[in-house]
């Protein structure tokens, strides 16, 4: 089977930057992905490494390093709207089954 | 282009009840899935199908059936419920890389 591992919350300051690591066990996957959550919402994409290294979107970067079985995923210049909940996740099949990590709720305060 | 549909929004059950979780999607995907989504624990997938007439059991489908008659429909039937129950449901169905996850169902099975 498969098991993801990230912190539960984070606190940040506006601005700031925020790195939100992901650690797994498996015996063998297609890729990482990261989703948003905003409190009572749905989840929202955010990327998806197939692939070793850095993949950036706008504010938001992800990495992905398989011999470290590990990926994080960069919040920059945060914003009071970034203050969510966002979960690392494994695709397990061709199909694009995930596998969810618990999740890490992160505060961006004033 | 609605995107993923789920109904209902909200939904109170005795237990014992059977009821039907509705999910349709207009974006002709084939992989559709089911999620329950509980505190502290992520999303954890129920049901999934990679096309009409074929379906399958993620990490905790007891208690559910599913059935995929059509591309667009995928609908979640708990036949007795239980107060294990109590979630939020979120169905999703797959583009090219990401998932794309209604606006959930939160269930109470008193």
């Known amino acids: 089977g498969q098991s993801l591992e990230q912190p539960s919350e984070v606190t940040a300051v506006e601005g700031a930057i925020v790195q939100i690591n992901c650690t797994y066990q498996?015996?063998?996957?297609?890729?990482l992905s990261w989703y948003q959550q905003h409190d009572g919402g749905a989840p929202t994409f955010l990327s998806y490494?197939?692939?070793?290294g850095l993949e950036e979107t706008g504010r938001f970067s992800s990495f992905l390093s398989r011999s470290d079985s590990y990926g994080y995923l960069l919040l920059q210049e945060l914003q009071m709207k970034d203050s969510a909940s966002y979960f690392c996740?494994?695709?397990?099949?061709?199909?694009?089954?995930?596998?969810f990590g618990a999740g890490t709720q992160v505060v961006v305060t004033p | 282009n609605a995107g993923v549909t789920q109904t209902p929004k909200f939904q109170v059950l005795k237990t014992g009840q059977s009821m039907t979780l509705q999910c349709a999607q207009d974006?002709?995907?084939?992989?559709m899935s089911w999620y329950r989504q509980d505190p502290g624990m992520g999303l954890r997938l129920i049901h999934y199908?990679?096309?009409?007439?074929?379906?399958d059991q993620g990490e905790v489908p007891n208690g559910y059936n599913v059935s995929r008659s059509t591309t667009e429909d995928f609908p979640l039937r708990l036949l007795s419920a239980a107060p294990s129950q109590t979630s939020v449901y979120f169905c999703?169905?797959?583009?090219?890389?990401?998932?794309?996850f209604g606006s959930g169902t939160q269930l109470s099975v008193l």
């Open positions: 999703a169905s797959r583009g090219q890389q990401e998932l794309f």
């Open positions: 498996t015996s063998g996957f297609y890729g």
């Open positions: 490494n197939a692939l070793d």
């Open positions: 996740a494994l695709q397990v099949d061709s199909w694009g089954k995930l596998q």
């Open positions: 974006m002709n995907h084939e992989y």
């Open positions: 199908s990679v096309g009409a007439g074929i379906t």
